[in-house]
Nanobody, 112 residues
C-alpha cells in the first residue's frame, strides 16, 4: 500500500525558513514532487526530484531546494527567505509505474 505523508509546515515570519518532509512508502517511486495551492488559486508545481535530477518552478529557484534521503524514504523541501506569497498548502506527490499518489498536504503560513 502506497503512503505519502507530508509534515513540517507551520507559521513563520517573512524571511524565515522551513523544511517540509514527505515520507513516501510502499513502492518504488519514479519521481517525487511538491505542489502548492494558495487560497482561491489553482494548485501549482513547485519542485520535483527524479533520480539525480531536480526541477523547480522558476519563481522559487534559489530559495527552494528539494532533496531526498533514500534510507529514510523521505523527500525534503527546504524553503528559505519565505515570502507572504509562499503561503499555501503544500502537497507531496509520488509517481510510480502504476499510479500517482498525493499526500494530504501541510499548511505553510508566512506572516508579515
Amino acid at each position: 500500500q502506497v503512503r505519502v505523508v507530508e509534515s513540517g509546515g507551520g507559521l513563520v515570519q517573512v524571511g524565515g525558513s522551513l523544511r517540509l518532509s514527505c515520507a513516501a512508502s510502499g513502492s518504488i517511486f519514479n519521481s517525487v514532487g511538491w505542489y502548492r495551492q494558495a487560497p482561491e488559486k489553482q494548485r501549482e508545481f513547485v519542485a520535483r526530484i527524479s533520480g539525480g535530477s531536480t526541477n523547480y518552478k522558476d519563481s522559487v529557484k534559489g530559495r527552494f531546494t528539494i532533496s531526498r534521503d533514500n534510507a529514510k524514504n523521505t523527500v525534503y523541501l527546504q524553503i528559505n527567505s519565505l515570502k507572504p506569497e509562499d503561503t499555501a498548502i503544500y502537497y507531496c506527490v509520488a509517481v510510480t509505474s502504476s499510479g500517482v499518489y498525493w499526500g494530504q498536504g501541510t499548511q505553510v503560513t508566512v506572516s508579515s
